[in-house]
Each structure stands twice: as C-alpha cells, then as structure tokens.
C-alpha cells in the first residue's frame, strides 16, 4: 500500500439523521440495486434501537460517491430515525471491487457462537417462529422469503432458547423429512397444545418407519411426506405447517384420518 493511500483516508464517527442520509444518497450513482427487504430489516433494527456502533463502516469516496453503506442509509430513512455511523473518508472508487466480498455471517454463525448444538436446524426454526410470531402467523411464502437481522434472531433465540434447541433435537435424528419443519411445528404445538403429554409420542411415532395401521393420522402425514419428497415437490412452510397441526388434532382426538386436506387460502389451522 503506498504511503499517500493511508493519509488519504480518514475516519469520522457521525450521527446520521434521516435528511443526512437523503443527502449522502443523492450522490449514490456506483452501487447494486436496492434490496428492499434488506432495507426494512435494517430499520427495524434502528427503530427499536437495537443497531449499534459496532465497527462497520460507510465508505465514501473523495467526491462523496457511497462505496458501501447505501442499504444502511436507506434505512435510516424508513426508519425515520438518527443512526450514529463509523464514516470512512476520501476512498478510491475503483476499491468498490474489494468491498462487501468476505463471507456473511448468518443465523447459523450467530447460534454456533452461541454454542448451539443444532445450529443449522435450530436457525431456520427460530427465523420462522419469528415470523410467526411477528409478522405473520400464517407464514406465507412471501413472508418465509423476508429477512431477518441477525440482532431479532439472537435476542428471540435466546428468550425461547430451550424450546428451540428441544425442538431441534428432537428434528435431528434420522428420518427423511424436513428437520426445520418439524422443529416449527413441535414448537409451535408444543407451546399451544393442551395434551402435552402426547407431544413426546406424537414426534417419536412419526419418525419411527415401523407400521402403524393405514388410517392412522400420523401414517397419513408419513405418506404425505414421503410422497412429495419421493416427486421432488417441495412444500411450503405454510402447507406443511397445516398438515401437521392437522394430523395432530386428529391424533389427539383419536381420530382416523385417510386424507389431509388444507389449502393456501385457509388460515393455519388451531392446535388442540
């Protein structure tokens, strides 16, 4: 690195408000295209004051041009509030080619830390349990496509940490459906449900392949996973959610069950 590089570049810690960063943006002409749900993830996170002053930088080059940080700044301005920001000063516009190219750190990192023993499984459950519980019970497609900051996820995690790594254990062991699915809905019964005490057996019958009679609810929804894994069709959080609360209202009941019928239109069904 030559010497003038290093005097050229200096650092300020700035508070960002909302009419700043309209003003930093005007001249945002180098960057990707917004990705708006990146955009309302990082509000959130600056509305609730949950954001810190952590390090990362915006960095600008010598004639104002934003090199890195105009997500940030976006969301400053939906969240309608001021952001104090490390500023990095005078960088070379042709260093955008070295910005933003390390490896991102996701919910699975921020678990292992955390000394998860699930950390992948135990990730996606807690992102779709926030959604769950935050934005949409139902859990669309579209809402399953949102972000969700790292800082939502560690603080639900570790309110709901038992819960969440009980679930993930349980979903870990050997069977061929979707662990993260199965670690939602046994959460999501778990928590609802009064017969509690069928919970254990429900979970361990249906990973168990033995026989269990051809009415039975939960060799129905065995057959429903097994067949769509077998076609190569993926179902979506939503659906699959449905069946299995479906299947275990019907388990409760002591009811047969031949076929499970849901569809997108209808809410996801009560947990008795």
């Known amino acids: 690195m030559h010497p003038s590089t290093i005097k050229r570049i200096t650092t300020k810690v700035k508070c960002i408000t909302p009419d700043k960063a309209c003003r930093m943006l005007d001249k945002n002409t180098m960057n990707r295209n917004i990705d708006q ?6 509000a959130r996170d600056m509305k609730s004051g949950r954001w810190t002053l952590n390090g990362s930088t915006i960095v600008i080059a010598k004639d104002g041009t934003i090199l890195d940080g105009q997500h940030r700044l976006w969301g400053v301005i939906i969240a309608g509030v001021p952001v104090f920001f490390l500023i990095v000063y005078n960088a070379a516009k042709e260093d955008i080619n070295t910005i933003d190219t390390g490896m991102a750190r996701t919910s699975r990192h921020i678990l292992q830390i955390a000394n998860s023993k699930h950390s992948t499984t135990a ?9 769950h519980d935050n934005i949409d019970r139902d859990l669309s497609p579209e809402t399953c496509r949102m972000n969700v900051s790292n800082f ?6 570790n309110k709901r940490k038992d819960m969440i790594e009980k679930a993930a ?13 199965m670690a939602l809905a046994f ?6 449900t009064a017969h509690l005490d069928k919970l254990a057996e429900f979970f361990e019958t249906l990973k168990n392949v033995a ?8 060799a129905t ?3 429903k996973l097994f067949n769509n894994k077998l076609k190569n069709r993926k179902m979506s959080v939503q659906e699959t959610l449905a069946a299995y609360i479906r299947v275990w209202n019907a388990f409760v009941r002591g009811n047969d069950l031949t076929t499970i019928r849901w569809n997108a239109s209808e809410p996801i069904p009560e947990v008795l």
């Open 152 to 157: 939502e996820l560690s603080a639900f995690y």
């Open 169 to 181: 254990s349980v979903a870990e062991h050997k069977h061929p459906f979707v662990k993260s699915h």
């Open 123 to 131: 990730a996606t459950t807690t992102k779709l349990l926030w959604l």
């Open 37 to 42: 749900k990146r955009v309302e993830q990082y």
């Open 211 to 218: 026989p269990i009679g051809p009415r039975h609810p939960i």
């Open 187 to 192: 959460c999501i019964i778990g928590r609802s």
């Open 221 to 223: 929804l065995q057959a």
